[in-house]
């Protein structure tokens, strides 16, 4: 799960395509088509150069661009592109992506959780992990299964910023260091 901060750049264009988006009923759509193109952009640094290129003018590479995305592309995100074309902020389209699926999962009362355990978990003990971690933190998680065969058993949860470590080896850790606290000198 990726941490980091959308750039304020991203936010300010990534904002008002969500709300434009949610009152078309349109928002997840976007996103899915905002990152296909941002995949897109990533994939093709000769595509990426060619949207930041000063050298281009906006009428021209504004044709190109419907050339590429008309009729492939909901039309707000096909002016929004236009409106980012004009502005010189083509660039920044990965980062906005990002920013975009953000806000997002925050509107749709998501939130990304990574849960890491000594061995792949069933599903229904990654559900009951899900709707565990959903009532603790009232929205709806999104579980991220990782292994880590170290940690022999228990589980790691990591929410944003915030972990929870009850793996086994952490309690282990734990007694370790409470026993050479309290041992005779």
Known sequence: M??????????IYAKPLL?????QNLAPQIGEELEQIAEIVRQNKTFALYL????????ERNKTLHRIFDGRISPLLTKFIGVLNHR????????????YAKLLEAQLGNIEVDVTSA???SSEQ???????VSTALGKN???????????L?????????????????????AMKEQLLAVAPR
């Open 119 to 121: 061995s792949t978990l």
């Open 88 to 99: 010189d902020k083509l660039r920044h389209l990965g980062v906005i992506a990002v920013a």
């Open 126 to 132: 990654l559900e009951t992990v899900r709707q565990k």
């Open 19 to 23: 709300e434009l988006a949610t009152e």
């Open 52 to 59: 930041a290129d000063p050298a281009i003018g906006h009428d």
């Open 2 to 11: 990726a941490n980091t901060e959308p750039n304020p750049i991203a936010t």
């Open 141 to 151: 998680a999104i579980v991220h299964q990782h292994v880590d065969e170290s940690i």
């Open 153 to 173: 058993g228990g589980l790691i949860v990591r929410v944003e910023d915030k972990m929870i470590d009850a793996s086994v080896r952490y309690q282990l850790q």
